[in-house]
């Protein structure tokens, strides 16, 4: 099911900025028996990152409308929320009187994956860095070229994901998700303000963690750090959360920190 700006269409005009640009944003929200779950979270970032580019739609409202309208009767589904800045004359100048493009994309949720929240996943380094740009650093927009070239650098489904650092060794996050590592019932994740992805998970987590007390260190972590830790999970709204079992060849354990967010937070 495909809905833009509300009707039922599969394709998009070739004119629109995020074909030609990649300027726009994206959401891939879960919903189990027609609730989306952390909605708020994925409707304040994705308004969030409209107000910081400049795309002018505020209307959270009409998103949870097409969202429903696109369901069908399944217990748990997949939709994709693209919003674009929409149509325009060639090049990068933009006409802000021309109204943005709304796309919902509803898919079957993937089944293939559920294991991995109770065995743990393995992690490979990538080579492919990220670029630091403070002024997009947690949006989630949708030139993810970074993320395509780093995921095709392997080809062994005995590996789950790719730790992606910046240009300067300091450890930002997975290929599609944030990371996080525990250290003396510590919760430490990277901070992404200047490059990386500001996951709804995350949030979720570190809001969850700020209620329960329990200590959380949001700061720079160097490869060498993260190498030093023993326990390590991955997060975003997809998985809930992974806990990973081997980084870069290195054994981890699943600890109880994990399995406790585990059993407190939304999974799918």
């Not at 740009?133 to 080809?155: S, T, V």
Request: charged fraction near 25%; hydrophobic fraction near 40%.
């Amino acid at each position: 099911m495909i809905l833009i700006n509300g009707d039922v269409a599969d394709g998009i005009p070739p004119l629109d900025r995020g074909v030609a640009y990649g300027d726009g944003l994206f959401e891939t929200v879960t919903v189990i028996n027609g609730k989306p779950a952390l909605w708020d979270y994925h409707t304040d970032r994705l308004l969030a990152g409209c107000r910081r580019l400049g795309i002018h739609f505020t209307d959270r409202k009409i998103l949870e409308a097409e969202l429903q309208s696109s369901l069908d009767k399944s217990d748990k589904q997949l939709v994709k929320i693209i919003i674009t800045r929409g149509g325009g004359p060639r090049g990068y100048k933009a006409d802000y009187s021309i109204p943005p493009t709304r796309i919902i994309i509803r898919t079957d949720f993937p089944s293939s994956r559920s294991g991995f929240s109770h065995t743990g996943i393995r992690v490979r380094l990538c080579d492919t860095r990220l670029a630091v740009q403070p002024l997009l650093a947690g949006l989630k927009h949708l030139n993810r070229l970074e993320q395509i070239l780093a995921r095709n650098e392997w080809d062994d489904d005995n590996i789950q994901e790719g730790l992606m650092l910046d240009n300067d060794g300091r450890v930002i996050e997975c290929i599609s998700s944030n990371v996080f590592f525990v250290d003396d019932n510590t919760l430490i994740t990277p901070a992404i303000d200047h490059c990386g992805v500001e996951g709804v998970q995350r949030r979720h987590i570190i809001n969850t963690a700020c209620r329960l007390k329990l200590p959380l260190s949001i700061r720079a972590i160097m490869l060498e750090e993260a190498m030093g830790f023993d326990e390590m999970f991955v997060t975003n709204s997809l998985i809930g959360i992974w806990p990973v079992k081997e980084l870069m060849g290195k054994k981890l354990f699943i600890g109880s920190t994990t399995r406790k967010l585990q059993s407190l937070l939304y999974s799918p």
